[in-house]
């Protein structure tokens, strides 16, 4: 049996208070298994619940994982629609607006939004969609909101009290995954890579902060970093790029350039499978 962290409990309970929950807590620490709870409580009840993502992968990801503990689930992205009156909908947050403006039948059944990275609130060409959802839902709907980079939370917990009335907030500051941040650096004269900076070793000292010996070194091809991470053993790794684009390009140049042949061909089959399945 799970032992819950206190913040985890304090969610649920609120939750069970019919208030609205903001929990602000790291990545890791277990927001989603309040989320879980509260979908579960709120589908026993007969209410339909909808969960927002920011984008589009990470709804497919998260209807794939309900659909895969049981619950009715349906997805909403603009590109898909499966099973649109299911109990459960997995949206992105411009759905649920046009949905809640367009007085989509559905929402008037809902009693739960949970709205998963809640920060982008403040993105200045998004953020007014996380607003307007949280202005203009109907009264009787009770928002769970998650977030791990929240830093003026007390102030973001005032307006949502304003706006949506008794608010809880809950927070931890316990990391059950060590962050560690490295900088990396190619030697414009060996070319070898090199840690440079490194949180846990340069404690107390600015990581970005430019030195004069900086300027002997250079940015990191894009093969020699993945080299130096299987190196030091910190793969399996996930590399972030913000286009489909950039994604394609640089899983094309891993799997050319990965030897020896079998794991050029797993990654080739995961990539295939992966992004069939997203269709994103």
Same mark, same amino acid.
């Given at each position: 049996?799970?032992? *819950? =962290?206190?913040?985890?409990?304090d969610?649920?309970?609120?939750?069970?208070?019919?208030?609205?929950?903001?929990?602000?807590?790291?990545?890791?620490?277990g927001?989603?298994? +309040?989320?879980?709870?509260?979908?579960?409580?709120?589908?026993?009840?007969?209410?339909?619940?909808?969960?927002?993502?920011? &984008?589009?992968?990470?709804? #497919?990801?998260?209807?794939? $994982?309900?659909?895969?503990?049981?619950? #009715?689930?349906?997805? @909403?992205?603009?590109?898909?629609?499966?099973?649109?009156?299911?109990?459960?909908?997995?949206?992105?947050?411009?759905?649920?607006r046009?949905?809640?403006?367009?007085k989509? =039948?559905s929402i008037?059944?809902?009693r739960?939004?949970?709205?998963?990275e809640?920060?982008?609130?403040? =993105?200045?060409?998004?953020?007014?969609?996380?607003?307007? &959802?949280?202005?203009?839902?109907?009264?009787?709907?009770?928002? @769970?909101? @998650?977030?791990?980079? &929240?830093?003026?939370?007390k102030?973001? *917990?005032?307006?949502?009290?304003?706006?949506?009335?008794?608010?809880?907030? +809950?927070?931890?500051?316990?990391?059950?995954?060590?962050?560690? /941040?490295?900088?990396?650096?190619?030697?414009?004269?060996?070319?070898?890579?090199?840690?440079?900076?490194?949180?846990?070793?340069? /404690?107390?000292?600015?990581?970005?902060?430019?030195?004069?010996?900086?300027?002997?070194?250079?940015?990191?091809?894009?093969?020699?970093?993945?080299?130096?991470?299987?190196?030091?053993?910190?793969?399996?790794? /996930?590399?972030?790029?913000?286009?489909?684009?950039?994604?394609?390009?640089?899983?094309?140049?891993l799997?050319?350039?990965?030897?020896?042949? $079998?794991?050029?061909? @797993? &990654?080739?089959?995961?990539?295939?499978? +992966?992004?069939?399945?997203?269709?994103?």
């Amino acid at each position: 049996m799970i032992k *819950l =962290d206190q913040f985890q409990i304090d969610g649920i309970k609120e939750i069970k208070l019919n208030n609205n929950v903001l929990v602000v807590a790291p990545t890791g620490a277990g927001k989603t298994l +309040i989320a879980n709870e509260a979908i579960k409580y709120y589908l026993e009840k007969n209410y339909k619940v909808f969960y927002t993502t920011p &984008i589009k992968s990470l709804s #497919n990801q998260k209807f794939n $994982d309900f659909k895969n503990v049981g619950h #009715n689930t349906g997805l @909403l992205t603009g590109d898909r629609s499966i099973n649109r009156d299911a109990s459960l909908i997995i949206g992105t947050t411009e759905i649920l607006r046009n949905m809640i403006f367009s007085k989509d =039948d559905s929402i008037q059944e809902t009693r739960l939004v949970v709205l998963d990275e809640v920060h982008y609130l403040g =993105d200045r060409e998004r953020g007014t969609t996380w607003e307007e &959802i949280i202005i203009h839902a109907p009264k009787e709907i009770k928002f @769970l909101c @998650l977030s791990a980079t &929240i830093s003026n939370d007390k102030e973001f *917990l005032d307006w949502i009290v304003s706006t949506r009335g008794p608010t809880a907030l +809950i927070k931890s500051s316990i990391r059950p995954v060590p962050l560690e /941040i490295s900088l990396v650096a190619e030697s414009k004269y060996s070319n070898n890579l090199k840690v440079i900076k490194n949180t846990r070793t340069d /404690i107390g000292k600015s990581l970005f902060k430019f030195e004069k010996n900086f300027k002997n070194f250079k940015k990191p091809g894009f093969i020699k970093l993945v080299n130096l991470l299987k190196d030091l053993e910190r793969t399996p790794t /996930i590399f972030f790029y913000f286009s489909r684009e950039r994604v394609e390009s640089k899983a094309r140049e891993l799997v050319n350039n990965l030897k020896p042949l $079998d794991e050029k061909n @797993l &990654i080739r089959k995961e990539y295939e499978q +992966i992004f069939a399945e997203k269709k994103i």
